[in-house]
Structure formats: C-alpha cells, structure tokens
C-alpha cells in the first residue's frame, strides 16, 4: 500500500515538475516570437496568389521556413484526459500556433536575407510526427513557402 502512494506522489510531483517546466519553456518561446514578430514586421506576408503590379516587376524566389515543435508530457496527458470526454484540445492548438507563428519567422528571415520587402502565395504544410508509436502526436513540423519579392534596384 505504502508503495502505490509513493508512486502516485512521485507521479504527481513529475506531473507538477512536466507542468511548470512546459509553461516556462513556451512563455520564453512566446516572447521569443513576439520580439521577432515585430523586428520582422516590416517584411508583408499575403496569401494572394498574384502579387500587386509594381514597376519595375520584381524579382521572386522561392523562400520557406520549417519548425518542428514538441508536446511536452503534462499537454499530452491533459489531451489524454479531453480525449476520454472530448471537447477541444487547447493544448495542442497552443502547440500548432508557436509552430505555425516560428515556421512563417523563419520564412520571412530567409526572405530578409534574399533582399525581399514582401512574400506572396504563402501556403502551409502540417505535419504530425509520432516516432512510429500508437501513443498519438509527439510533435508536429509546420512548413511555411511562398514566393519573396526582390525589388530591382
């Protein structure tokens, strides 16, 4: 008896331990992507497929940015948990916004150093990686493209 209630403490203490540890790494991720976000702010991003006529036409390249972010232990228990009672999974939507947020950074950074003031046709491409288990998502890539726009000088 005493050896179930040392593993149900330990297991709630590494529950508590998963917990804090996650949220300090994606509040720093967050503040990461925020001053980045606004350091980059100055490079538009447009889902249009057509960019707007400028003259002289720009030159365009092909830019894109990737991120792999993972679920830490307490989000996939809690999403463990809302899976037996369903509802959302916010702990996986937090989950795709950093990854979705970091992959368009990484683009618009690979388009800054191409000298481009804009990235039109902008698409996404999710994909889960689960490292061949029937445990579900342990992380997920976001792949960020779109056609960056070089001003001719």
Sequence with gaps: MTGQILNLILFLVLLLVGFIAGRL??????????????ALAKILVFSERLPPPMH???????????????VD?????VAGLRMIFGG???SYETLLDRARREAVLRMKEEAMRKGAIQVCNVKFATCPISSGTKDGVKCVEVLAYGTALIPRR
């Design 25 to 38: 790494a994606e509040s720093s991720h967050y503040r990461s992507i925020r001053a980045r976000e606004k």
């Design 56 to 70: 002289p036409a720009p030159a365009s390249r092909l830019v894109s940015g990737s991120a792999v972010i993972s």
């Design 73 to 77: 232990y307490f989000k996939r228990f």
């Design 88 to 90: 959302r999974l916010g």
